[in-house]
């Protein structure tokens, strides 16, 4: 007979897992263990082998050859980094699901056949405010993975949504690239979510710009003109439209039935 004590009340100091990897047969208990305190950090935690080996009673040769087992097992994959076309070290991708269930863009698939629309009606974005402002220069131009609760990623699900309404033949895109362009906007140009996403809906409504602004590039690259523009017709337009504009909150299904 076993019994189990648990803490009562979490509120600091636990983590959520999706478990099955702890049922795995396949992968040892030591790969197990290892597995949980990794996907335990932060998920822009760097590690390296000298600091894991420290955190345990395993060496640093019994450490690199767990990570090799979970290497193996698809838990963890090894991609190179380059920065101006040199080599720039090494990034490990960790995985709660082994890598061969995952897509390749390196995240596991959030959304499930059942969940057609993961998203609330109206998401919650995150201001510029809220973003962390801890990251360094390497990592804000470091190209990264974005999962479908990401800021970045439901930005691109809204101006793709609102491309078709105007063009339903419209050629699905990279997702991973167009995000990394709106996390450019953030980060490095200081845009405002909320504010990325107003000009969104001005651009797909607008009947010359709808033609010309298809993409995050081609947004970023107009933003100043475009929200002059934008304020310009909210002036000027009905009151209807410049109420539509003023009151606007963003919502990925906006014009579906």
Not at 94 to 104: Q, Y
Not at 172 to 180: F, G, I, L, R
Not at 191 to 220: G, H
Request: net charge positive.
């Amino acid at each position: 007979m076993t019994t189990i004590y648990r803490l009562q009340k979490k509120e600091h100091n636990y983590v959520v897992l999706d478990k099955r990897f702890l049922q795995n047969r396949e992968i040892s208990w030591q790969a197990k263990g290892l597995l949980s305190y990794m996907l335990s950090m932060p998920d822009d935690w760097q590690f390296n082998l000298r600091d894991l080996a420290k955190r345990s009673v395993n060496g640093r040769d019994s450490t690199q050859s767990i990570i090799k087992e979970l290497i193996a097992a698809g838990y963890i994959r090894r991609r190179q980094l380059k920065e101006k076309g040199k080599f720039a070290g090494n990034e490990l991708l960790i995985f709660e699901v082994p890598d061969s269930d995952v897509p390749r863009t390196g995240k596991p698939d959030t959304e499930s056949p059942e969940m057609d629309n993961p998203e609330p009606e109206k998401p919650s974005l995150l201001s510029n405010k809220e973003l962390s402002n801890k990251s360094t220069k390497k990592d804000i131009c470091r190209k990264q993975v974005y999962d479908a609760d990401s800021n970045e990623m439901k930005l691109v699900d809204y101006l793709i949504k609102r491309i078709k309404i105007n063009n339903p033949n419209f050629r699905e895109p990279n997702k991973q690239k167009w995000s990394d362009t709106f996390r450019k906007m953030m980060q490095i140009d200081n845009r405002n979510p909320r504010e990325i996403s107003e000009l969104i809906l001005y651009v797909q409504t607008d009947d010359f710009e709808m033609a010309n602004v298809l993409s995050p590039e081609k947004l970023r690259k107009r933003y100043d003109q475009l929200v002059i523009k934008m304020k310009k017709g909210a002036l000027t337009n009905s009151s209807t439209t410049n109420a539509r504009v003023q009151s606007y909150q963003f919502n990925p299904n906006e014009g579906e039935e």
